[in-house]
């Protein structure tokens, strides 16, 4: 069974970057895309972009200019960095698998247990 | 982007009733090399994160109780719920997948 736990900061300072790291257990991260999506009161769940295992990326558009997402499949992990953060980003951060081409791309069957990060002074 | 919307907002049902939950996209999301529907259906239960329920409009994921059912095409979107459970409180989310970025309805709560 594939399990995947968020970590990091719960708190951070406006204008300073938000770091988070996803950790996978119980499977490969081989093959298939790592995604971080994120929950806030204001705007509900939110797609913020993708790796794939072989390090590519796509972002949302929305939030492209300020976020970095890096694997590190040695360690099974991979990590997401939003710079810049204003209370607007403050919301839960959830790491989640894309089930794959049987599913359509964008499908999300396995999810962290997501992390609350609150951004303020 | 496209915008999902979704009604109503919240709804009580008695145990054992039917419960139906609306999704609406502000466009087709009908992908036509295979003639599927792009849309799933998350479940998300108080302190625990979304659960796939359904995808390609009408698939239900592996596990998940025949009770739960989705339909609709194009723009149009329901999950059932056909004999509801005290398990299944919960918020319901729809989701496009059919163009990037994927976009998700402001979800449904369902009450006892």
């Known amino acids: 069974q594939v399990q995947l736990q968020e970590s990091g900061p719960g708190l951070v300072k406006p204008s300073e970057t938000l770091s988070l790291i996803c950790t996978v257990s119980?499977?490969?991260?081989?093959?298939?895309?790592w995604n971080w999506i994120r929950q806030s009161p204001g705007k509900g769940l939110e797609w913020i972009g993708y790796i794939y295992y072989s390090g590519s990326t796509n972002y949302n558009p929305s939030l492209k200019s300020r976020v970095t997402i890096s694997v590190d499949t040695s360690k099974n992990q991979f990590s997401l960095k939003l710079s810049s953060v204003t209370a607007a980003d403050t919301a839960v951060y959830y790491c989640?698998?894309?089930?794959?081409?049987?599913?359509?791309?964008?499908?999300?069957?396995?999810w962290g247990q997501g992390t609350l990060v609150t951004v303020s002074s | 982007d496209i915008v999902m919307t979704q009604s109503p907002d919240s709804l009580a049902v008695s145990l054992g009733e039917r419960a139906t939950i609306n999704c609406k996209s502000s466009?087709?999301?009908?992908?036509?090399?295979?003639?599927?529907?792009?849309l799933a259906w998350y479940q998300r239960k108080p302190g625990q994160p979304p659960k796939l329920l359904v995808y390609?409009?009408?698939t239900r994921q592996s596990g998940v109780p025949d009770r739960f059912s989705g339909s609709g095409s194009g723009t149009d979107f329901t999950l059932t719920i056909s004999s509801l459970q005290a398990e299944d409180v919960a918020v319901y989310y729809c989701?496009?997948?059919?163009?990037?970025?994927?976009?998700f309805g402001p979800g449904t709560r369902v009450d006892i």
């Open positions: 989640a698998r894309d089930g794959g081409r049987d599913y359509g791309d964008y499908v999300f069957d396995y």
């Open positions: 989701q496009q997948y059919y163009s990037t970025p994927p976009t």
């Open positions: 119980g499977g490969s991260m081989s093959s298939y895309y």
């Open positions: 390609w409009a009408s």
């Open positions: 466009q087709s999301v009908l992908y036509s090399s295979n003639n599927k529907n792009c």
